[in-house]
């Protein structure tokens, strides 16, 4: 499967963003979705992931009850909705999907087969 990010952009502090993840040639429905990020000099960080099924998204800590992740699997795509943005927030964002990964595994990038070329959010203060 072949993933596009996309939304990414500068907004002041307090704002929203969000980015969407397009899916092709494969079978959307059959792939966990996740985003993650990466600021500079930094490692990249899991920030969300849904399930292939329906089921409670996960989130790291620094983002719970500001971002929200979703999928429409009828458009092939993915979400992160990104609320009450702050400065700490800002990186090249990530979309990723794979197909058997589990629950103990999604907040490690290298378990992930698939990437999106990554957009870049700024947050300004």
């Known amino acids: 499967v072949q993933l596009q990010a996309y939304g990414g952009g500068l907004v002041q502090a307090g704002g929203s963003l969000r980015l969407s993840c397009a899916a092709s040639?494969?079978?959307?429905?059959?792939?966990?979705m996740a985003w993650f990020r990466q600021a500079p000099g930094k490692e990249r960080e899991f920030v969300a992931a849904?399930?292939?099924?329906?089921?409670?998204?996960f989130y790291t800590d620094s983002v719970k009850g500001r971002f929200t992740i979703s999928r429409d699997n009828a458009k092939n795509a993915a979400y992160l909705q990104m609320n009450s943005l702050k400065p700490e927030d800002t990186a090249v964002y990530y979309c990723?999907?794979?197909?058997?990964?589990?629950?103990?595994?999604?907040?490690?990038?290298?378990?992930?087969?698939?990437w999106g070329q990554g957009t870049l959010v700024t947050v300004s203060s």
């Open positions: 040639g494969g079978t959307f429905s059959r792939y966990t």
């Open positions: 990723a999907a794979d197909e058997s990964i589990i629950l103990s595994s999604i907040r490690i990038p290298r378990n992930y087969d698939y």
């Open positions: 849904a399930f292939r099924r329906a089921g409670t998204p």
